[in-house]
């Protein structure tokens, strides 16, 4: 299954260090493991549970992700070299992980899509987290995954944690205000 993940999802090939990408794969697998997903249902999760009836994948939404922070690395070096640099492992590993939660948040029942018994207990930020830490990843990939949405606001952020916060939500917010009935 890790071959056919990384074919899936094929940013995480990007990931240059061979033990922090096979750390992801595990971390990745293990989370659909435990939500009881399949390969294929990631293009069938919703990203998000806030639109009704979305349309958009969470396989597509990481990506998506994934591809912004990249993009916005690519500006930040540019212009600010100077003064810190982005480890695009780090970047790349905390954005490709960045919703991973969800896969433990969310459950299929007949009625659709909606929040576990996790996922209504705990958001996806503390389960991908967790998940991060149990599987040996560093501190800066579980810091990016437990500050990239609100749960963030009133914290520290990392550079690469404010990349891929503002890449999740120029990916979510722009659709919520479109999609919303």
Known sequence: ??????????????ITDKKLRSKTVSAFIEAMTVGGWRLEDLDRLPFTLHIPNNPVSLLHHMRGVVQTALKIADVVEEFYNPYYRIDRDILLCGAILHDVGKLMEYMESEKGFAKSHVGRIMRHP????????????????QHIIATHAQEGDDGYRTPASVIVHHADFINFEPLRDLLKP
Request: aromatic share 6%.
């Open 1 to 14: 299954m890790k071959e056919q993940l990384q074919d899936k999802f094929p940013e995480i090939k990007l």
């Open 126 to 141: 503390f389960s991908g987290a967790a998940l991060a830490m149990k599987h040996g990843l560093p501190d800066e990939v």
